[in-house]
């Protein structure tokens, strides 16, 4: 199970799972979502979602997921009031995400 924290994915222990952490730096990443769709940008957390689930998706091989849930923070308000500020999104693939491209 795997849980929303912010913008981020938290995982419920106990879990049969590594943790891997990778570290990019702002130029980076912007270098990535220009690089990789110059005439329609991609925002940087959707980019490293839809690596994420590409790499799943390879490793798991057949059994690829093509459905996933992403619920990210909405945008902020200038106002005081009280509200859920998330986002939930379900996106469905009907090819293969492991060897779709990014952009896909």
């Known amino acids: 199970k795997v849980g929303p924290v912010e913008d ?14 990778f570290h990019l730096t702002g ?3 912007a270098q990535l979502c220009e690089s990789e769709a110059a005439s ?3 925002q940087p957390f959707e980019y490293i979602s839809a690596a994420i689930w590409r790499a799943i998706a390879k490793i798991k091989g057949g059994s690829e997921p093509n459905v996933v849930t992403v ?7 200038d ?3 009280l509200r859920n500020n998330q986002i939930v999104s379900s996106v469905k693939a009907d090819f293969s995400v492991a060897e779709a491209h990014v952009n896909d």
């Open 27 to 29: 130029q980076q990443l």
């Open 79 to 81: 106002d005081m009031l």
């Open 8 to 21: 981020n994915w938290a995982i419920d222990p106990p879990c049969e799972m590594d943790s891997f952490s």
């Open 71 to 77: 619920i990210k923070s909405g945008p902020k308000a």
């Open 40 to 42: 329609d940008p991609i």
